[in-house]
C-alpha cells in the first residue's frame, strides 16, 4: 500500500499598530491527511439485499474511495456464480458500474461463464484521482432471467429463475478497494 500524506500549513499574522502600542498574535495550523482507501455499501446497511425475478435491477449502490497517488485495485468476487439453494441453482448476470469507468465490469456470467477465470474481477485505476479521493459512486446491477452457460456441477441442478422450486436461494459477493 503505498502511503500518501498531505500536509498543509497557514500561519496567520495579525499585527495591529495604535498609539505607539503594538500588539501581534500568530496562528499556526496544521493537518495531516492520512492515506485512504475503501469502499461502502451506500444503500444496504445491513450488507443484505434481494433480487426479484425481473428484469435486470440494481441491488447496491456503493461509494469508492481512494487517496492514492499509485494504484487504486478494485476486486469483486462472487462467491459461487450462482445463486444457491442446497443443490438447487439459478445462474445470473452481474454489471458493475462506477462513475469513473476505470471501475466498470460490463455484463458477465460470474462463473462459469466469464472470461477473467475464476469468478474475481480486478479494476485498476492508475494515478491520483481528485474525484476517487472525493468519493466517487458505482451502482451494482444483478439479473436471474439469463441462461445457465451449461450443466451444473455434479449432483446440482440449475433452473430458470421463474422455474426452481421455492426457496431462499442466496449468494455473497465482496467488494475491496485497496492502494497497491
Ligand atoms: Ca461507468
Ligand atoms: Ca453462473
Not at 99 to 102: C, K, Q, V
Given at each position: 500500500m503505498k502511503a500518501v500524506g498531505i500536509v498543509s500549513g497557514l500561519a496567520v499574522l495579525a499585527a495591529l499598530t495604535a498609539g505607539g502600542a503594538a500588539q501581534a498574535e500568530n496562528l499556526s495550523v496544521n493537518t495531516t491527511v492520512a492515506p485512504y482507501c475503501g469502499i461502502r455499501l451506500a444503500n444496504v446497511s445491513s450488507g443484505t439485499a434481494s433480487v426479484a425475478h425481473e428484469a435486470e435491477q440494481m441491488v447496491a449502490n456503493l461509494e469508492l474511495a481512494c487517496n492514492t497517488g499509485g494504484t487504486a485495485q478494485l476486486v469483486v468476487n462472487p462467491l459461487n456464480g450462482d445463486f444457491k439453494n442446497g443443490n438447487n441453482l439459478i445462474n445470473y448476470a452481474m454489471r458493475f458500474d462506477a462513475?469513473?469507468?476505470?471501475f466498470d465490469i460490463n455484463t458477465t456470467d460470474a462463473y462459469p461463464g466469464d472470461a477473467e477465470g475464476s469468478g474475481k474481477f480486478t479494476r485498476n485505476k492508475v494515478g491520483y484521482s481528485q474525484s476517487l479521493a472525493n468519493g466517487s459512486a458505482a451502482q451494482f446491477y444483478l439479473n436471474v432471467n439469463v441462461a445457465a452457460p451449461g450443466p451444473a456441477p455434479l449432483g446440482q441442478t440449475f433452473y430458470p429463475a421463474n422455474a426452481a422450486p421455492a426457496g431462499t436461494y442466496n449468494e455473497s459477493f465482496s467488494f475491496e478497494l485497496s492502494a497497491i
Open positions: 462513475a469513473d469507468n476505470a
